[in-house]
């Protein structure tokens, strides 16, 4: 069944971090609007199934573009992060031939759920917000012949980041060139034969990156050859409740979502061993086994293992899950991919 849509929620009270947040915001926000700065939309890859989508954008306040269009620039991290959120604005979602209104939260992001009879495989939808040009989203509409799709960690699974390394996980993020990231070996390989050996197979990244850096790892995806897909992050920063968002709890809701939303979906879940991604993967294995094709799991080395703040912890190639799951684990693409071959 198709999920329903959020319905209008009491406020909850905003932890105080919150609240200075949101006064810093409201006051450079005068500012910058004298200034001629305007509205603008980052529209992200959404996807849904017949009957309905999840789309996905974020509005933020910017100034007019007066660079010259299609000039390639080395982007650095930091320029991500240098945004303003449009928060309480009114967002038009046009899809399939209709309109739905919806409006920003207080980070500028819309996520939502709209009724649209969009046919299986690719497709887009129209946002637009006043001061600013519409823009099309992609979706990935699910078949609902389907049965068996990807869910992928982003870092140390498919991009080289080491992110539990605080020091060299802030100079990947808000310094390093995108151009100078690196590729997991042969990841872009496995995930193009499973593609291709399961005609119509869907891939999700789900990662505890934030939503700021989605634009850079659409391009290195697409760069790395890397098959097309719904990026699934967060937002950093305050919430109602806390001064950060849990990653872990980002995963765990995104994959408790997913189930929902594809109750006949198998997914191979592909993972590291080095942050927590074994731990999620085994919780979520054991309360859906029926929604678990397997679990890959990419070896650390014992240099990046250490490096990344954890120790090596050498897995069996084969590993039996909670529910009788064989989980696979090997150092790169290449090696999952014999493994997998090897055990049908």
Known sequence: MPPTPAGQLAVPTLHRAARIEDAVHQLVERRLRRTGWRTNVIAYTGYGAPGWVRV????LLGRPDTRQRGRLEKVRGWRSFATLPAKHVTVTIEAAGVRHEVRTDRSGFVQT???ADLAPGWGVVRISVPEAEPVEAPVRILDPEVRFGILSDID?????????RPLLAAWNTFVLDEHARMAVPGMAVLYERL????????????????????????RFLSRH??????????????THDRWFRSGREHKRATLERLAREFPRMRWLLVGDDGQHDQEIYREFAAGHPDNVAGVAIRQLSPTEAVL??????PL???VQGPVGQRWLSAPDGAGLWKLMRDNG
């Open 56 to 59: 996905m954008c974020r509005v």
């Open 113 to 115: 759920v709209v009724k």
């Open 156 to 164: 140390d699974t498919v991009m080289v980041t080491a992110l539990p």
């Open 195 to 218: 593609v291709t050996a399961h005609t119509g197979a869907p891939v999700f990244y789900l990662s505890t990156g934030a939503w700021n850096v989605a634009p850079t790892l659409t």
């Open 225 to 238: 050859l890397y098959p097309a897909g719904p990026l699934l992050l967060t937002d950093w920063g305050p």
């Open 308 to 313: 990344a703040g954890t120790l090596p912890t």
């Open 316 to 318: 069996d190639s084969t």
